[in-house]
């Protein structure tokens, strides 16, 4: 249900922004109030915030009812870059299957997490995409750390899309190809993100 600016959506749009950076630390409690505070909002709203995001997978629910950290390690990393790579897949195969060659076209403004979601947003499969939706928001904080991890990172848009100009279903080869080295770079990625943390800014203010 859609919901109008008010201290709800504005303790979700910040809160989510702030678990897709990593904001809160892995398996860590989430303080309700500690949150409220610096929203400088009630706590109901930011209970309620925690709630939906609890429901998309951006943070846990806490054996004592509350909130925590999601979990940030190396295996659970690298299932969810498998669980991201077979989306992928499953949408490009669908799209073939159907006889759509208009899968995608590629944009050199678009980085690599944009173009991924074009792929399966395309295919207008809603559950498909609400899947692959929560999966890409748990690893949208590691764009940066991937990057400077994986040997030629920078040049897989094009990689990929010529990939598909050349012949749509290397594509999907050429995904799961690509999802395998995130794979077993996991541990490195994850190393490479956690290191001296930025300084934290809600964008709030003092």
Same mark, same amino acid.
């Given at each position: ?10 303790? %979700?749009?910040?809160?989510?922004? %702030? ?108 559950? %498909? ?30 990689? %990929? ?46």
């Amino acid at each position: 249900m859609a919901r109008n600016r008010d201290p709800f959506t504005l303790a %979700l749009q910040t809160l989510r922004r %702030l678990a897709a950076e990593g904001a809160f630390a892995p398996d860590q409690a989430i303080i309700i109030l500690d949150e409220a505070r610096r929203l400088k909002l009630s706590t109901t709203p930011v209970r309620e915030a925690l709630a939906w995001l609890g429901g998309e997978g951006m943070i846990e629910r806490s054996p004592n009812g509350g909130y925590k950290g999601l979990r940030q390690d190396a295996p659970s990393i690298r299932g969810r870059y498998r669980l991201r790579g077979a989306l992928l897949v499953s949408a490009i195969t669908d799209a073939q299957q159907a006889g759509d060659p208009g899968l995608l076209v590629a944009s050199e403004a678009e980085g690599l997490n944009v173009f991924l979601a074009k792929i399966v947003r395309l295919r207008g499969d809603d559950v %498909l995409w609400r899947a692959y939706e929560r999966v890409a928001r748990q690893l949208a904080w590691l764009a940066s750390a991937e990057a400077e991890v994986v040997p030629g990172y920078a040049g897989e848009v094009e990689a %990929l899309d010529a990939a598909f100009r050349q012949e749509p279903a290397s594509l999907a080869i050429s995904i799961e190809r690509f999802h395998h080295r995130l794979e077993d770079a996991a541990a490195a990625i994850l190393m490479m993100a956690r290191r001296p943390i930025n300084t934290r800014d809600d964008g709030m203010g003092s």
